[in-house]
């Protein structure tokens, strides 16, 4: 991981602060949110610094489908039903954390269109 990851899913991945884990391997981590917003909140983080999604290249594209496969892994972990991936990408659709990720939110009825 480059050094300039300076956001806290950086500091997360190198160990400098704790995380509620549920999933990891060499190519992601997968954490609980601090702040969720249903019953089940986790995040899927690739360790590769990403900061958003529309600064992924094709050359991540194995890595992104595979965000995704761990989404839906950890959904099923989770004993979910149904659930909803969201990657907020810039400041205006909601990003506050700027290392990709990947919310997988469930365990209650999710409105749509979402806010
Ligand atoms: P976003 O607004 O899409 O960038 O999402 C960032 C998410 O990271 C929010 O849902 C926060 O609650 C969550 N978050 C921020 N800091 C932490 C942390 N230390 N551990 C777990 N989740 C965090």
Redesign the pocket.
């Known amino acids: 991981m480059a050094p300039s990851d300076d956001t ?2 950086g500091r ?1 991945l190198r160990g400098e ?1 704790p ?2 884990q549920v999933y990891a391997d060499d190519l992601c981590l997968a ?7 249903a019953p089940v ?1 986790v ?1 899927v983080i690739p360790r590769e610094p990403i900061a958003r999604l529309d600064e992924a290249t094709e050359e991540q594209a194995a890595l992104l489908g595979h965000l995704l496969l761990v989404a839906a892994r950890v959904a099923r972990q989770e004993g979910l039903e149904g659930f909803r991936t ?3 990408s810039g400041a205006e ?6 290392h990709l ?1 990947v ?1 997988v939110i469930g365990g209650r009825p999710l409105a749509w269109p979402p806010g």
Do not use: E, K, S
Request: hydrophobic share 50%.
């Open positions: 806290i899913f997360i602060i995380c509620d954490f609980r949110d601090v702040a969720p917003q909140h995040l969201v990657i907020n659709a909601g990003q506050t954390v700027f990720h919310h």
